[in-house]
């Protein structure tokens, strides 16, 4: 198996407070990876390192066969990784369609070019019908799939999703669960924090628990959800 | 192949080569006056080009632009009364000597993290460092100006960009429509999607793999570039150079005020907004004299009301506004 992303001894302090400390995973080319954990884990914090977003302290970061610590965000990008904001961060007073369009250019020229990624990726993610619409406008449910569409019009080898389906209807998250397994079985590689266990145990193929920074458990979902540290730090109330 | 057209329809077109046509042939009907309002016209909606792409799409507040006019225009000016290097290759050096200017505040601000306000700071705080250095610098005529002699030989000659009101007239229109030209052009292409990105949101930029600093760098290199040529001319219009004026904070608020009308970011917005701003200035001006009353700085009160009108009726300026009534699709930001 070889990984396409691979993470060793990963460390984040934030003053005093070791906000990811010592956290090593791999993730293998086609997987879908799931990282779950209480708040104020480090799960963001370990994302925004792995798209560059955030420096790390120590540790090394592989991608592609290739080390990306140290790499800028737009660096990083370039290299393949697409992501999503926790808190979306679309372009606000630009349309749906220019929203992708823009996605899209990292890897064209032509911006015809760029706008027909775009019209597939939106049909892809059922928003074509609201492409001319201003991104501003959009419902929350929207947004979030209009993260996902910019992000996939990058035609990243591994895309990061940052709680995509947090406040969602189950309906929504169905939907996006449903979008998702078709991009993987496309191929597309993923690496998602979420919440709605709903959504991860019907994604991932392999789970990592963290909790105060650490990992505390990583496997697949049957063993790590039986896993009584996770059930007494994470699942806790919920799955007794 | 990308088309400057494509948001703007088929009446949008027609209306933009009519009134192309109806100003190329102005001046078989208009007067001097009038020819010389429509010059300040032209020449604000040059210089609000030029801002509006730093400002407007890459989000990027410069209140300092008085800089790169007063380099451009000092720079030509200079190089024709020193050197008799005639403007029309002076420009060559003076888009050079202002375009480093601006790399260089950019290259400040945007590597040491100073956004927003900070950098419309700097930006001001290097206008004036530079209006101070011109003050004490005696081979442009320091503080007592520089000029130019409207006798010597060769000063009336198209060549030297001396001559009559058709010629300046045809050449700030020639500026205007230009730059508008280019504007459009930019904002379809990838450059112009970048800029946009960066200017709504940096950090989603960053993360669709557009590197946001040098997204601004080349906003600036384009925009201080194109207010370097203003400056040229600026500098032979106006045939006299005083760094208290060309420097002055007064002349960087002056050349934002027709975008900020017109509406930021837009593609005519500048243009509208030289439109309605600069006769309606020059009326005030003319009514003054007319009732006989001496009040230096009227206008500038009056361009602050009127910022202060149209900015609480149309926020985003008239052109959005007026494109929708006029059913044009083009006033998209």
Redesign the interface.
């Known amino acids: 198996m070889t990984a396409l992303l691979s993470v060793r001894d990963l460390s984040k302090r934030f003053r005093g407070l070791a906000a990811v400390s010592n956290v090593g995973f791999d993730v293998a080319e086609g997987d879908i990876f799931a990282i779950i954990g209480p708040n104020g884990a480090g799960k963001t914090t370990l994302f925004n390192m792995i798209?560059g977003?955030m420096p790390c302290d120590g540790g090394t970061i592989t991608f592609a066969g290739e080390r990306i610590d140290g790499l800028?965000?737009?660096q990083a990008?370039?290299r393949g990784i697409?992501?999503t904001?926790q808190v979306v961060?679309?372009?606000?007073?630009?349309?749906v369609e220019?929203n992708v369009?823009?996605?899209a250019?990292?890897r064209t020229?032509s911006?015809?070019e760029?706008r027909g990624i775009a019209s597939e990726v939106l049909t892809q993610l059922d928003l074509i019908a609201r492409k001319d619409q201003v991104a501003s406008s959009l419902t929350l449910p929207d947004r979030k799939r209009l993260e996902v569409a910019?992000?996939l019009?990058?035609r990243p080898k591994l895309l990061l999703l940052d709680e995509v389906m947090a406040g969602l209807r189950p309906t929504e998250t169905d939907r996006i669960v449903a979008i998702l397994r078709d991009l993987n079985r496309a191929g597309l590689t993923i690496l998602l924090i979420e919440h709605v266990m709903r959504a991860v145990t019907a994604l991932a193929s392999r789970i990592l628990v963290l909790h105060h920074g650490a990992k505390i458990a990583e496997g697949t979902p049957d063993a790590v959800l039986r896993d009584p540290a996770v059930i007494e730090s994470y699942l806790g109330a919920e799955a007794l | 192949?990308?088309n400057i057209w494509h948001n703007a329809g088929a009446r949008g077109k027609l209306l933009c080569l009519l009134l192309l046509a109806v100003l190329v042939a102005t001046p078989l009907a208009a007067d001097r006056y009038l020819l010389s309002v429509l010059i300040l016209v032209f020449y604000f909606a040059y210089l609000g080009q030029a801002w509006n792409l730093l400002m407007g799409f890459a989000g990027q507040l410069s209140l300092g632009h008085a800089l790169y006019l007063g380099l451009g225009a000092y720079t030509a000016t200079a190089l024709w009364t020193l050197f008799g290097i005639g403007p029309w290759l002076g420009v060559f050096i003076a888009i050079p000597v202002a375009a480093a200017a601006g790399m260089f505040v950019g290259w400040l601000g945007w590597r040491f993290a100073i956004e927003g306000v900070y950098f419309a700071l700097l930006t001001i705080a290097f206008a004036e460092f530079t209006r101070i250095g011109f003050d004490h610098l005696q081979v442009t005529g320091a503080s007592a100006g520089l000029f130019l002699s409207v006798n010597s030989p060769g000063s009336d000659k198209w060549w030297n960009l001396g001559g009559g009101p058709l010629l300046y007239y045809y050449l700030a229109l020639i500026l205007a429509a230009g730059a508008t030209f280019l504007v459009a052009y930019l904002r379809?292409?990838?450059l112009g999607?970048?800029w946009?990105?960066v200017r709504?949101?940096p950090?989603?930029?960053?993360?669709?793999?557009?590197?946001?600093f040098r997204a601004r760098m080349i906003a600036m290199l384009f925009s201080a570039s194109m207010t370097a040529v203003g400056g040229v001319f600026y500098g032979f219009y106006y045939r006299n150079l005083f760094p208290s004026q060309v420097f002055d904070i007064g002349r960087s608020i002056e050349l934002i005020l027709a975008p900020i009308i017109g509406g930021l970011?837009t593609i005519f917005g500048p243009v509208v907004g030289a439109l309605i701003l600069t006769p309606l200035g020059e009326s005030l001006t003319a009514l003054m004299e007319a009732l006989g009353i001496n009040a230096p700085g009227v206008k500038l009160i009056f361009y602050g009301l009127m910022l202060m009108v149209i900015i609480s009726l149309r926020p985003d300026g008239v052109w959005p506004w007026l494109a929708r009534r006029l059913g044009l699709s083009g006033a998209?930001?």
């Open positions: 798209a977003a800028r965000s737009d990008a370039q697409g992501r904001f961060k679309p372009f606000p007073a630009l349309t220019d369009v823009i996605g250019l990292l020229t911006v015809n760029a910019r992000a019009a990058t | 192949m990308t379809q292409s990838p999607y970048r946009l990105a709504e949101d950090e989603a930029a960053r993360a669709v793999g557009i590197d946001i970011g998209r930001k």
